[in-house]
C-alpha cells in the first residue's frame, strides 16, 4: 500500500510539473511568435505609407521585404528586390494571385515561407512579402531549447519528487506498521483467555463433580472480565485516536482531584504491604475532564502498585512549575527503568517484564494516560534514579476564580 501511494504522490507531482512547464513553455512561444509576426507586419505595412510611430531611442526594424502592385493594364510591378530574386513572372504571378485571393489581409504562404500583408495604396492594391524562413529556425530552435530545458526539469522533479514522496508517506507508513502491529498485538492478547474460556467451557461439559464445574466456570468468567478490560482499553484509544471528546471542557479543581483520588487506593496499598503519602499543593486549577484525568491518576496509582517493590513507599506530589503550568509526579521504588524502557514504556502493549503478561496488565494504560495527557496539552514521561522509577505529567493550568 504504502510503495502505491507513493507512486501515486510521485505521479500527481509529475502531472503538475508537466502541466506548468507546458503552460510556460507554451506561453514563451506563443509570445515569441506573436512579437516576431507582429514586427513583420508592422515592417510590410510601412511599404504603405509613413513608418508607424515607435517610442523614442527605439529603431525600426530593417527586415528583408519585396511588395508586388498590379496595374490598370495587368502589369505586375515589384519593388524591394535587394534581397531577393524578383526576375521571375510567373512565380511573382502565381505569389500575387495567391495572396490576393487568400481572404485575410494577412497570412502566411507556406510552400514559399513568406508572409503577406495586402494594403491600399494611392496607386491600387499592393502586397508585402516578408521572408519568414529565418523567423521559423529561431522557433525550431526556441522549441528545441524548451523542450531540451523541460526535458531536464523533469528530469530534476522526478528526483525530487522521488524524495520527497519517502518524506510525505513517512507518517502514513508509520501508522500503518503501528496499525498492523496493533492488531497483531490486539490478537495475541484475546488469544490466551479465549484459549483459556474455550478449554474450561469444553471441560465444564464434561464435569459431573460440582466442585470442578464451579472451577471452571470462575476460570471462564475471569478470562472474559480480562478480555473485556482488554476491549475496554483498546476502545478507549481508539476514541483518543479518533478525537473524539466525551464530554466538554471545564475548569477542574486538580488539588481537591488528586486528594481525591488517593482515597481509595490506600487500603489497596495497605493490603499489599506499601505506604502511599500525598504531598498535594492547593489552589492548582486546568480546564479540561474531570472523568479522564480521574482516569489518569488511576492508571498511574494502579501503574505504582503492581510494580513497586515489596514493603515500599510510594509518593505523590503536585505543586505548580513555572507560570501556567502543574507538576504532577507519582515515584515507586523498584528496579529502574533503562533508557530504552523509558522510551517505550508509553507504547501499546509494551511491558518491561514480558513474564507478567497474565497480572492484569495489557500494555495499555501508560498509553491510556498519555493520550489524556496530549488531549490536555500537557506532556508525560518517566524518569528513574535513586532506585525509584517516577512518571511525571506536566499539565496547563488557569487563574482560580472566585
Known sequence: MIKRLRIKFVCVIMAVAVLMLGIIFGMVLHFSRSSAERESVRMMQSAFGPHPKRPPGEAFPRLPYFTLRLEADGKLISEGGRFFDLSGETLLRALYDQAAAEPEPVGVLRAYSLRYCRGETPQGLCIAYADISGELAAQNRLLKSCLLIGAGGLAVFLIFSIALSGWAVRPVAAAWTQQRQFVSDASHELKTPLTVILTNAELLQDAEKPEARAQFTENIVVMAREMRGLIEGMLELARADSGAR????????FSRLVGRALLPFEPIFFEKGLSLSGEIGKGIVMRGSEAE?????????????????????????????????????????????????????????????????????????????????????????ADSGEGRNTFLVQLPTIRKTT
Open 293 to 381: 484525568l480521574i482516569h489518569l491518576l488511576e492508571i498511574l496509582l494502579d501503574n505504582a502498585q503492581k510494580y513497586s517493590a515489596p514493603g515500599g513507599a510510594v509518593w505523590v506530589r503536585l505543586a505548580k512549575n513555572g507560570p501556567g503550568h502543574c507538576l504532577l509526579a507519582v515515584s515507586s521504588p523498584g528496579e529502574p527503568l533503562s533508557p530504552e524502557a523509558r522510551r517505550n514504556v508509553f507504547k501499546r502493549f509494551y511491558r518491561v517484564d514480558e513474564a507478567r503478561s497474565r497480572d492484569g496488565s495489557y500494555g495499555l494504560g501508560l498509553s491510556i494516560a498519555e493520550a489524556v495527557v496530549k488531549r490536555h496539552r500537557g506532556r508525560i514521561w
Open 246 to 253: 466525551r464530554e466538554a471542557d471545564a475548569a477542574v479543581d
